[in-house]
């Protein structure tokens, strides 16, 4: 599928579409819902997809049966979480690349016939009041890009009724050298900040208060067929390559659900 009018310039996403043509996607999640621990309540419950950019995971939860599917971003680029060196030139530049959210969207829920009511809003403005609660909060690849992903965490706990699941880009480095201590490394670019190991990735979850229920293995997202080379050979990635065999972006997935405050240890 090639941009048409009303369509992006780029796709974030890889999807199939009815008509048998494939968006080419900067990423290819086809394959990732697999290692995603699905709640039980998602046929037939109401769930939330924060940061669909051009909505793959939106589109998935309501093929698995969802009753309801709400998708939150945002349409305004300047509303990112930008560093303070990128503050001025990032906004226009997802303008130049033809990255701005919505535009995908709008064509694949029209192409997919699909009821997902997308919301132009940030994770940190979710809250009950306004967007009631969700049986699934899902989140994918988000956190890395907040320079607060905690208090992210906290707001989607606000929404959550019932469980959270989210997927995350892990760092391929701290990955290896760090494996058993959470952490996470600085690491700004463009729209970026954060990049944690897989027990950091737990750990954020815990502290912005979720139980983890289950935690999910490690496993690459590829990039797809419309991903810049200068991404498809991005140093650290090529630390994943080595490990999985391929090109893409170390990833993992967990399983939570909101837990009561612990007593505080003195
Ligand atoms: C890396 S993309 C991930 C897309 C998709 N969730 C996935 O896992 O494939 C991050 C998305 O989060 C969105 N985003 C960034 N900051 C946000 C915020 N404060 N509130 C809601 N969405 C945000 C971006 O616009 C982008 O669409």
Same mark, same amino acid.
């Given at each position: 599928?090639?941009?048409?009018?009303?369509?992006?310039?780029?796709?974030?996403?890889?999807?199939?579409?009815?008509?048998?043509?494939?968006?080419?996607?900067?990423?290819?999640?086809?394959?990732?819902?697999?290692?995603?621990?699905?709640?039980?309540?998602? $046929?037939?419950?109401?769930?939330?997809?924060?940061?669909?950019?051009?909505?793959?995971?939106?589109?998935?939860?309501?093929?698995?049966?969802?009753?309801?599917?709400?998708?939150?971003?945002?349409?305004?680029?300047?509303?990112?979480?930008?560093?303070?060196?990128?503050?001025?030139?990032? $906004?226009?530049?997802?303008?130049?690349?033809?990255?701005?959210?919505?535009?995908?969207?709008?064509?694949?829920?029209?192409?997919? %016939?699909?009821?997902?009511?997308?919301? %132009?809003?940030?994770?940190?403005?979710?809250?009950?009041?306004?967007?009631?609660?969700?049986?699934?909060?899902?989140?994918?690849?988000?956190?890395?890009?907040?320079?607060?992903?905690?208090?992210?965490?906290?707001?989607?706990?606000?929404?959550?009724?019932?469980?959270?699941?989210?997927?995350?880009?892990?760092?391929?480095?701290?990955?290896?050298?760090?494996?058993?201590?959470?952490?996470?490394?600085?690491? $700004?670019?463009?729209?970026?900040?954060?990049?944690? %190991?897989?027990?950091?990735?737990?750990?954020?979850?815990?502290?912005?208060?979720?139980?983890?229920?289950?935690?999910?293995?490690?496993?690459?997202?590829?990039?797809?067929?419309? #991903?810049?080379?200068?991404?498809?050979?991005?140093?650290?990635?090529?630390?994943?390559?080595?490990?999985?065999?391929?090109?893409?972006?170390?990833?993992?997935?967990?399983? #939570?659900?909101?837990?009561?405050?612990?007593?505080? #240890?003195?």
């Amino acid at each position: 599928m090639t941009a048409e009018a009303g369509s992006p310039r780029i796709w974030y996403h890889t999807i199939d579409l009815p008509d048998g043509t494939t968006t080419p996607g900067w990423f290819d999640t086809r394959a990732a819902p697999r290692y995603v621990s699905w709640p039980a309540a998602l $046929p037939g419950g109401r769930c939330i997809d924060v940061g669909t950019f051009d909505g793959f995971w939106a589109f998935e939860m309501e093929r698995r049966g969802a009753a309801e599917v709400v998708a939150v971003d945002l349409d305004d680029p300047a509303a990112l979480d930008w560093s303070y060196d990128q503050r001025q030139r990032g $906004p226009e530049a997802v303008l130049e690349w033809g990255s701005q959210r919505g535009p995908g969207f709008a064509a694949l829920a029209a192409k997919l %016939n699909s009821k997902v009511e997308r919301v %132009n809003r940030s994770v940190y403005d979710l809250k009950p009041e306004v967007d009631g609660t969700f049986d699934v909060v899902f989140c994918g690849s988000l956190l890395l890009h907040l320079r607060d992903p905690v208090r992210a965490l906290e707001a989607m706990r606000s929404v959550c009724g019932g469980e959270l699941v989210l997927v995350e880009a892990l760092d391929p480095l701290l990955d290896v050298i760090a494996r058993r201590v959470p952490c996470a490394r600085v690491a $700004p670019g463009w729209d970026q900040w954060w990049r944690v %190991n897989r027990v950091g990735f737990h750990k954020m979850a815990e502290v912005a208060g979720f139980e983890v229920l289950e935690a999910g293995p490690r496993f690459l997202v590829p990039y797809g067929p419309g #991903a810049p080379r200068a991404m498809r050979f991005g140093r650290l990635d090529s630390l994943a390559a080595l490990r999985f065999r391929g090109r893409g972006q170390l990833h993992s997935a967990l399983r #939570a659900k909101p837990r009561p405050p612990r007593p505080a #240890a003195v």
